[in-house]
């Protein structure tokens, strides 16, 4: 139990659906990250949220929309993805700079 | 490029025996960091190390850090098979004014029993 909650844990979807995967924090941290992580290739950082504000947009294409209501809960809004985007999708939080980041165990997304 | 490469890719090894991964980075940093993820899991922080500091110890593993060749190594001692997973360092870089780590590619260790 690493204290970082996401929601589903797989999600198969179509190009055309809409879809949202959740994050929620019971740490108290302040900042929450969206990071992707596909095969042989680094973890990629799309979104970094500071005390509710998005601070970082990693050149992320439109079709991912995140959206962080409070310093708790995360959320990564899909729509008309590629398959391309299929991977897992990794949510993190952390206190201040100079600290380890806590992860969930992810959510493994494969569009049809 | 990415910031953080480890190397070896790939590590073999039988149970008792130690583990080491290197990685190299290219900008300064702040702090190192090394996560361990197992299959189908999110990744686990195992031990972070400032840029003052020169070694870290935390149960059998060991952690060091030269800034002037910019690389840190990895090691697990007495190794067990429950230690199999990959194993990633990111750096924290100065400046940024709140906390982005980038991660390299990561070591895949094997323990076998």
């Known amino acids: 139990e690493t204290g970082v909650t996401q929601t589903p844990r797989h999600l198969v979807m179509g190009m055309t659906n809409k879809k949202s995967l959740k994050c929620e924090q019971h740490?108290?941290?302040?900042?929450m990250y969206w990071y992707k992580q596909s095969a042989k290739k680094p973890l990629e950082l799309m979104f970094v949220?500071?005390?509710?504000?998005?601070?970082e947009n990693n050149s992320v294409p439109s079709r991912f929309s995140p959206e962080c209501p409070n310093s708790s809960h995360l959320f990564l809004h899909l729509h008309t993805l590629q398959p391309e985007d299929s991977a897992l999708y990794l949510c993190?939080?952390?206190?201040?700079?100079?600290?380890?980041?806590?992860f969930g165990d992810g959510t493994r997304l494969s569009i049809l | 490029s990415q910031q953080g490469e480890e190397d070896p890719q790939a590590l073999s090894i039988q149970e008792g025996e130690n583990a080491t991964m290197n990685c190299s980075y290219k900008?300064?940093?702040?702090?190192l960091q090394w996560y361990r993820q197992n299959s189908g899991r999110g990744l686990v922080h195992l031990i972070l190390?400032?840029?003052?500091?020169r070694e870290k110890h935390s149960g059998r593993l060991r952690v060091t850090l030269d800034t002037s060749k910019k690389s840190s190594s990895l090691l697990i001692t007495a190794s067990r098979a429950a230690d199999t997973a990959s194993y990633f360092c990111a750096t924290e870089s100065k400046g940024t004014g709140f906390q982005k780590l980038v991660f390299g590619t990561g070591t895949r260790l094997l323990v076998s029993p």
């Open positions: 740490l108290g941290h302040n900042a």
């Open positions: 993190a939080s952390s206190q201040d700079s100079n600290q380890p980041q806590h």
């Open positions: 949220y500071s005390l509710e504000e998005r601070v």
């Open positions: 190390i400032r840029s003052n500091e």
């Open positions: 900008t300064s940093i702040n702090n």
